[in-house]
T-cell receptor, first 113, second 117 residues
Framework: GNSVTQMEGPVTLSEEAFLTINCTYT??????LFWYVQYPGEGLQLLLKATKADDKGSNKGFEATYRKETTSFHLEKGSVQVSDSAVYFCALSDGGTASKLTFGTGTRLQVTL | GAVVSQHPSRVICKSGTSVKIECRSLDFQATTMFWYRQFPKQSLMLMATSNEGSKATYEQGVEKDKFLINHASLTLSTLTVTSAHPEDSSFYIC?????????????FGPGTRLTVL
């Protein structure tokens, strides 16, 4: 079956540091890949997505590239801010639509001044 | 836009009682909603897919008689945990599929923390 593995947190960074959160997946076929973010007290929000190999999703300074050869979709940001503190979830979906998502365990990011 | 609410945000109940959790799409109509369960430090696990006007589709291993789902309108789905026991304590999250967005994006509620004593 499908599965998503992401690095355990928490990840603690100083403001303006470079962020990488690793995500690898196992799936049959060609899944779509997503990063969701959950701010304290709020629901998950779609951060970015990629639907085919070599696609790069980007939003709010975050980027992730769909790497089929390494089955990875690592999340990166060049300079984090305190407001980026949240829990980040990597997820995949079969068939290219956002239905029946399979999630990773989530990685908590804490950014300090 | 595309806001999903859940009520209550947290609930504590005694073992053996039933608890109802509501999921509402506030500014769009959702023919499909999803119910997830999240244990501490674990990923969201899909429990069931709720379709308006029809029976829910449950994932393997989820007891449909234990977790009753009703999707009676295009903006409301309810999850009832029947005869709750301490092992049902968890964080329950719903999402609603918005057909008006690209790739039918799911919009998530803030979750409901259930504690069964």
């Amino acid at each position: 079956g499908n599965s998503v593995t992401q690095m355990e947190g928490p990840v603690t960074l100083s403001e303006e540091a470079f962020l990488t959160i690793n995500c690898t997946y196992t799936a049959t076929g060609y899944p779509s890949l997503f990063w969701y973010v959950q701010y304290p007290g709020e629901g998950l929000q779609l951060l970015l997505k990629a639907t085919k190999a070599d696609d790069k999703g980007s939003n709010k300074g975050f980027e992730a590239t769909y790497r089929k050869e390494t089955t990875s979709f690592h999340l990166e940001k060049g300079s984090v801010q305190v407001s980026d503190s949240a829990v980040y979830f990597c997820a995949l979906s079969d068939g290219g639509t956002a239905s029946k998502l399979t999630f990773g365990t989530g990685t908590r990011l804490q950014v300090t001044l | 836009g595309a806001v999903v609410s859940q009520h209550p945000s947290r609930v504590i109940c005694k073992s053996g009682t039933s608890v109802k959790i509501e999921c509402r799409s506030l500014d769009f109509q959702a023919t499909t909603m999803f119910w997830y369960r999240q244990f501490p430090k674990q990923s969201l696990m899909l429990m069931a897919t709720s379709n308006e006007g029809s029976k829910a589709t449950y994932e393997q291993g989820v007891e449909k008689d234990k977790f009753l789902i009703n999707h009676a309108s295009l903006t409301l789905s309810t999850l009832t945990v029947t005869s709750a026991h301490p092992e049902d304590s968890s964080f329950y999250i719903c999402s609603a599929l918005s057909p008006g967005t690209s790739d039918n994006e799911q919009f998530f509620g803030p979750g409901t923390r259930l504690t069964v004593l």
